[in-house]
């Protein structure tokens, strides 16, 4: 079993559509990510989590840390935002290394 | 928001030769970067972490003495692929975190293909 475990895998949305895109762990962590990876490969970092809720734009992040899960929601889904979502941990020990989910590839259509 | 460079990005080579990949933070010191790889439809898989002024570590089953880091500065990092082989061939992407905070910064990728 992955130590990050994203769901779903595949997603596909009509424009409009609000979207979540889920995120379960079973380590302990220092922080949470949520990355978006365009076809083209590059990784643009789109929240950083500890606690809480994040809303940055359309896109707000949720985390709970008693139940070791997070969500991503994408408000008014618009076809630019077609990309894979990744939810990585930061593992809770000294180092800022990042234990990445599988991704969930997201398709919004016009 | 920090910037994070890799040069080049995509490369096309021999196989037996060497390729070399730069990873540039460009408005902030990394101590630390890491190096990871990504095959087609898969998520990235941590190579090695680069640390500046001593020795990288690797992840269990990375050959050290095929992929050789060498980060010899706070704003620099390089991948260094020795005797390259078609199998080689994948996403080679790289990050580096901001002390304060602790954001990853991703470099946007160096492709690899090794005929």
């Known amino acids: 079993k992955n130590e990050v475990e994203q769901s779903p895998q595949n997603l596909t949305a009509q424009e409009g559509e609000f979207i979540t895109i889920n995120c379960s762990y079973s380590?302990?962590?220092?922080?949470l990510h949520w990355l978006q990876q365009h076809p083209g490969g590059g990784i643009v970092s789109l929240f950083m989590?500890?606690?809480g809720k994040k809303k940055h734009g359309r896109l707000i992040a949720t985390i709970n840390i008693q139940e070791k899960h997070s969500s991503l929601h994408i408000t008014a889904s618009h076809p630019r935002d077609s990309a894979v979502y990744i939810c990585a941990v930061r593992d809770g020990g000294a180092t800022n290394k990042l234990i990445f989910g599988t991704g969930t590839l997201l398709a919004v259509q016009p | 928001g920090a910037v994070v460079s890799q040069h080049p990005s995509w490369v096309i080579c021999k196989s037996g030769t060497s390729v070399k990949i730069e990873c540039r933070s460009l408005?902030?010191?990394?101590?630390?970067m890491f190096w990871y790889r990504q095959f087609p439809k898969q998520s990235l898989m941590l190579m090695a972490t680069?640390?500046?002024?001593?020795?990288?570590?690797?992840e269990q089953g990375v050959e050290k003495d095929k992929f050789l880091i060498n980060h010899a500065s706070l704003t620099l990092s390089t991948l260094t692929v020795t005797s390259a082989h078609p199998e080689d061939s994948s996403f080679y992407i790289c990050?580096?975190?901001?002390?304060?905070?602790?954001?990853?910064?991703f470099g946007p990728g160096t492709r690899l293909t090794v005929l």
């Open positions: 990050s580096a975190p901001r002390l304060e905070g602790g954001e990853q910064f």
């Open positions: 380590v302990g962590i220092s922080a």
């Open positions: 680069s640390n500046e002024g001593s020795k990288a570590t690797y």
């Open positions: 408005d902030f010191q990394a101590t630390t």
């Open positions: 989590l500890s606690s």
